[in-house]
């Protein structure tokens, strides 16, 4: 089984509309991280939490809000979700003692 | 400006060759750098990591950090063509680049 699983995988939906993207791991690992990824712009960091009550704007937190639910889950919405908000988005973990990173395996999010 | 520039490229070497990739970085406290490989259509993985100046050979890989000039750089000798994915650079911030794609033709 995966360590960093995300749900859904592909997902497509309309302007206006609320969006919650999940990420899980079974890693153990206390920092989860989102990112988007854009053609030709690398990764973006949207939000980060470094343990359950630790909750950190990243670069393009705007129209994004996070959730951390358990060490485990990671949630991130869309409360009203936008076309340019179309993109691959990553969830993440890492140990604080090690600053490698192991991803998930990406969500596609289409807004029409 | 992103505090982590990378040449977006695309680059294209033969196989058998070296390929290098660069990386500039704005932050002069950044202490240590990250290169991921990304396939395309699969989620970025860890090849080689470096905190200190000097270079840090592993396999094919070789990272280079020069702090004083800001750079750091990934060369890959003897270039395959399985090589051939978009290379990211990060720093400590978790804060990556555009990446560069690299094609190795056969």
């Known amino acids: 089984d995966a360590d960093v699983t995300q749900t859904p995988r592909n997902r497509i939906t309309k302007t206006g509309k609320r969006i919650m993207l999940e990420c899980s791991q079974t890693?153990?690992?206390?920092?989860m991280y989102w990112y988007r990824q854009d053609p030709g712009l690398g990764l973006q960091l949207i939000y980060y939490s470094f343990d359950v009550k630790d909750i950190n704007k990243g670069e393009i937190s705007d129209g994004y809000s996070v959730s951390r639910q358990a060490q485990a889950k990671f949630s991130l919405s869309l409360e009203s979700a936008i076309p340019n908000q179309t993109a691959l988005y990553f969830c993440?973990?890492?140990?604080?003692?090690?600053?490698?990173?192991?991803f998930g395996p990406g969500t596609r999010l289409t807004v029409l | 400006q992103k505090e982590v520039e990378q040449n977006s490229g695309p680059l294209s070497v033969p196989e058998g060759a070296i390929a290098s990739l660069n990386c500039t970085y704005s932050?002069?406290?950044?202490?240590?750098f990250f290169w991921y490989r990304q396939y395309s259509g699969k989620s970025p993985e860890l090849i080689m990591f470096i905190y200190s100046n000097g270079d840090k050979e592993d396999g094919r890989f070789t990272a280079q950090l020069n702090k004083a000039s800001q750079y750091v750089s990934l060369l890959i000798r003897d270039s395959q063509p399985s090589d051939s994915a978009t290379y990211l650079c990060?720093?400590?911030?978790?804060?990556f680049g555009a990446g560069t794609r690299l094609t190795v033709k056969p």
């Open positions: 890693k153990g690992h206390d920092r």
């Open positions: 990060a720093g400590h911030d978790m804060r």
């Open positions: 993440a973990t890492s140990d604080p003692g090690d600053n490698e990173q192991f």
């Open positions: 932050d002069r406290g950044s202490q240590s």
